[in-house]
């Protein structure tokens, strides 16, 4: 009975969801003002219907009621609370579920932040997330219900969670994740808005850019989140696969930060509107780009969920329907939409302009290697291919490279107009700086010349005195450096702190590929080997009873250059109901490296193979992400996102944006 | 030309020059770097050139798994069930590599017939086969039944 309670509050969130899809849009075209005063009313219902659904779904795992079909594949009387709770979004069914949820969230989030922006944008802003409400509730009442049962025979007990999917970064890895993928969703609806009302402007660019940055930083967390969990998860010393699951997100995350840059362009300039316009529309996109092919099973990955053309086909004609119909209305609607400033050659402008240039082209360049297999096959009749990693970094790193040579000179440069001369004077000592010691730095540490790492080392020094010297001469002539230091915005900090982890992200990721080494040995009990500066002694396995599993555990000692470390516990797993095996990895993580062993499988004479690693810098990729997140986060604080009461001429606001030109970035 | 249409198009020029280079090395990076995917049937039939960098499909043929007891090098047999591939690896295997599973290997055929391989995939669970390997299945599936029923 209860399960059809949650089935019945998914229908009645999807009804509520057309009216709200509908009636508030309409209203803003009419000017009625009652239609259009639904929409915040309507937003919540929806929402707390959706939320009721997910509770009662989550009940149900809690419950153990494996009549429902859902949670019989996805859970197990055994299996731990924690997990049966978040087995919620260990599978298809429920995993869209509370995708549409956060998009509820997100909804209700723009209904009551949103007071300052008029009546009539906001109805607009929301009937466009009711009607991409409407397509998720419908294809999960038409294709792909959590509720549905398994009558009259339940089983007795259910199929148990994927044994790799427990783990605390399960817990934290989807929702944040989704959070920040559905978050495109507000950024797009800004968008139609705009392009349906007309009305584009530096007005328009201030009530979209928290949502823009937040979701950003949000999606950020998750990748990250993904990233690290794959890494000590999988054990094979993996941060990033460029698997065709992995991709997707990764392109609405370069899509969304050239969003990000191009609207700050926006707000300030009053340029690149309809680019901005383009790039929402595309990002959002992306999101359901990714959704259709981790669901569909096009493609081989860890990721992709159980095959079902017809999934496939009803969120490949519903990604046509949006973005054909998005694009359509921004092609008719686009020429309006003038940008009004000219701008420099040396200008900020031009080099925001770059950003976006390289940022495109990296998320093109990703997304032809991830569909062309599928492209491939279709082509040639059948034929089967992948393209490897190999690929995809030839054309990122260089791309990237290039990114952070222009990161050192656009936040120092001005909008509209910079003399070179200024640029000169600003940033040659900086070079000189950033080229001398990131030369010596590497030469006297290691006594060789590494190429890879200097380079490295050259942009990173690059980027940390561009932005000291940009922060010197910000409060150069102020009356103290505190006074000078507080004077500052706090989305100027916000766009440090992120540059910064970008930076800090990018040289964990080159530094690991450089000196991580790895090797897998035949061990006794007793016996030992050797990697770098490491001894790794294993001294024999005992038998281990978890909650859901059996393990045998291992002990290895880690000796540096003989001197005693600490002592590595890896386990290798059996996960009883669904008689699946895991590796659990035995890590010693630092600030400067990770050593890790993981266990492979016994012999008849009671040695183990296992692979051994040292991995330095490798958690710079995590940590740097976090202040990314965190820049992006502080970027929305910004106090002057919540002073301005908007009225209904633009041209009052265009002001106060100029006049703060002289203070900012 | 006026100053700013002469811009105009100079920041579309750059844009078009930016995006046809990226998209040739784009093409030029993918075509060096694709894995071509063969059943186990395509490599008995001599599609392959020995050298050539692929991804081979199949099951674990049961009872064919060789653990050398020194160090880590094992040999396996591959199969659609109409044809066999000796598979030889040295390093770990997934957790999911089982006699009588799917799985696909990447790496190259040897001058001997045997498949050195420098990757082990095997599928994620129970419940999620690759594409690849649930291809291969079908084909060896079609082939068993028409050389059974023409027996």
């Known amino acids: 009975?209860?399960?059809?309670?949650?089935?019945?509050?998914?229908?009645?969130?999807f009804c509520l969801s057309i009216v709200l899809g509908t009636l508030p849009i309409i209203g803003a075209a009419r000017d009625n003002t009652l239609w259009m005063s639904l929409a915040r009313p309507l937003t919540a219902g929806v929402f707390v219907f959706l939320s009721i659904s997910l509770v009662i779904l989550g009940y149900s795992f809690v419950t153990d009621d494996f009549s429902v079909q859902f949670v019989a594949n996805h859970s197990n009387t055994n299996l731990p609370l924690q997990y049966k709770i978040t087995a919620v979004?260990?599978?298809?069914?429920?995993?869209?579920?509370?995708?549409?949820?956060?998009?509820?969230?997100?909804?209700?989030?723009?209904?009551?932040?949103?007071?300052?922006?008029?009546?009539?944008?906001?109805?607009r802003v929301l009937g466009v997330m009711g009607l991409i409400c409407v397509g998720y509730t419908l294809f999960m009442l038409a294709t792909s219900n959590p509720f549905d049962r398994v009558l009259p025979l339940p089983p007795a007990d259910g199929a148990d969670l994927n044994a790799a999917l427990q783990d605390f970064a399960f817990i934290v890895h989807p929702p944040s994740l989704y959070m920040g993928y559905v978050g495109f969703s507000v950024v797009f609806a800004f968008a139609v808005a705009a392009l349906l009302s007309g009305r584009l402007d530096a007005a328009w660019a201030r009530w979209c850019r928290p949502w823009a940055n937040a979701a950003w930083a949000i999606l950020t967390l998750g990748l990250s989140l993904g990233s690290w969990w794959a890494y000590y998860e999988l054990g094979w010393g993996g941060w990033w696969a460029w698997d065709p699951v992995e991709n997707p997100p990764l392109i609405t995350w370069l899509l969304g930060a050239a969003m990000i840059h191009s609207l700050a362009a926006t707000e300030k300039r009053?340029?690149?509107?309809?680019?901005?316009?383009?790039?929402?529309?595309?990002?959002?996109?992306?999101?359901l780009l990714g959704t259709f092919i981790t669901r569909s099973g096009l493609l081989t990955s860890v990721h992709a969920f159980a095959t079902d053309p017809t999934r496939g086909v009803y969120i490949l004609g519903f990604l046509g329907l949006i973005v054909g119909g998005s694009l359509l209305l921004y092609a008719i609607r686009a020429p309006i939409l003038k940008s009004e400033f000219g701008f420099g050659n040396w200008s900020r402008e031009v080099f925001l302009l770059a950003n976006n240039l390289i940022l495109v082209v990296a998320s093109a360049a990703i997304l032809l290697g991830t569909l062309y297999p599928m492209v491939y096959q279709a082509v040639s009749g059948g034929d089967l291919i992948s393209v490897g990693p190999p690929y995809f970094n030839t054309i990122f790193v260089p791309l990237m490279g290039i990114l952070v040579v222009l990161l050192g000179i656009g936040p120092v440069a001005r909008w509209k107009r910079t003399?070179?001369?200024?640029?000169?004077?600003?940033?040659?000592?900086?070079?000189?700086?950033?080229?001398?010691?990131?030369?010596?730095?590497?030469?006297?540490?290691?006594?060789?010349?590494?190429l890879g790492t200097i380079g490295v080392c050259v942009l990173a020094l690059w980027i940390m005195f561009s932005m000291l010297r940009d922060v010197a001469s910000k409060v150069a002539n102020k009356p103290s450096l505190m006074a000078g230091l507080k004077s500052l915005p706090v989305s100027y900090w916000g766009m440090q702190l992120a540059h910064f982890g970008f930076v800090m992200t990018m040289a964990g990721a080159c530094l690991t590929s450089i000196y991580s080494i790895e090797r897998s040995v035949l061990l006794q009990a007793g016996q030992q080997a050797d990697l770098g500066r490491y001894t790794f002694v294993f001294e024999g396995t005992r038998p281990v009873q978890g909650p859901n599993y059996i393990a045998d555990e291992g002990t290895i000692r880690v000796l540096r250059e003989g001197e005693f470390l600490r002592t590595l516990h890896p386990q290798k797993q059996l996960y009883t109901a669904s008689n699946t095996p895991a590796t659990h990895m035995g890590i010693d993580g630092r600030f400067l490296r990770d050593l890790f062993v993981t266990l492979g499988d016994p012999r008849d004479n009671g040695a183990w193979s296992m692979t051994l690693y040292v991995k330095p810098f490798v958690r710079w990729i995590w940590l740097g992400t976090i202040f990314i997140a965190f820049g992006g986060?502080?970027?929305?604080?910004?106090?002057?996102?919540?002073?301005?009461?908007?009225?209904?001429q633009a041209a009052a606001d265009e002001q106060p944006a100029e006049a703060r030109l002289a203070g900012e970035h | 030309m006026k100053p700013h249409r002469r811009k105009k198009l100079g920041i579309i020029l750059f844009i078009a020059t930016g995006l046809s280079v990226a998209i040739g090395l784009s093409l030029y990076a993918l075509s060096s770097n694709i894995d071509l995917f063969f059943t186990p049937s395509q490599v008995a039939a001599g599609e392959v050139t020995p050298g050539q960098r692929i991804r081979v499909g199949g099951m674990v043929k049961e009872g064919s798994v060789e653990h050398n007891q020194e160090d880590l090098q094992v040999r396996f047999i591959a199969t659609d069930y109409s044809h066999d591939v000796d598979i030889y690896y040295s390093g770990i295997l997934p957790d999911l590599f089982r006699e009588g599973q799917g799985i696909v290997v990447e790496g190259a055929m040897g001058a001997d017939g045997t498949f050195i391989a420098s990757r082990v995939l095997a599928k994620h669970d129970e419940n999620y086969m690759s594409p690849e390997v649930k291809a291969a299945m079908d084909a060896a599936e079609l082939q068993r039944s028409m050389t059974q029923g023409g027996t």
């Open chain 1, 1 to 13: 009975m209860i399960p059809e309670l949650g089935n019945f509050a998914l229908i009645l969130a």
């Open chain 1, 633 to 648: 986060i502080l970027a929305v604080t910004d106090k002057r996102y919540r002073r301005y009461k908007v009225s209904k």
């Open chain 1, 89 to 123: 979004w260990g599978g298809h069914e429920g995993s869209f579920l509370f995708w549409t949820w956060m998009l509820g969230g997100w909804m209700l989030a723009v209904a009551i932040f949103s007071k300052s922006v008029p009546e009539e944008f906001i109805a």
């Open chain 1, 270 to 287: 009053g340029v690149f509107k309809s680019w901005t316009v383009l790039l929402a529309i595309m990002a959002f996109a992306s999101s």
């Open chain 1, 419 to 450: 003399s070179r001369e200024y640029l000169r004077q600003q940033l040659t000592r900086v070079a000189i700086a950033a080229v001398v010691l990131g030369v010596a730095i590497p030469v006297l540490l290691t006594m060789s010349v590494p």
